[in-house]
C-alpha cells in the first residue's frame, strides 16, 4: 500500500508523509513522488502550490 491508502484507512498518520518523501528520494524509484505517494494531479498540486495543510485538507475529505 502507498502512503495515501495507508492514511485514508488509517493506518499511519499525515505526518508520516515526510518518512515516505525520504524513503523515495533515498531510492532508485522511477516513479515521481507523486505516484510514489499516491497521490492524484489536484493533491499534488494542492501540496505543491499550497502547503501540506491543503494536501492533508484534501486527504482529509476522502477518509473512511
Known sequence: MNFKELYLSGQIEF??????????????????LAQYLGLNAEEEDAWVSDSEEALKELLDKQKK
Do not use: H, V
Not at 15 to 32: A, C, L, P, Q, V
Open 15 to 32: 505526518e508520516d508523509i515526510d518518512d515516505y518523501s525520504y524513503k523515495w528520494g533515498m531510492s532508485d524509484e522511477e516513479r515521481t
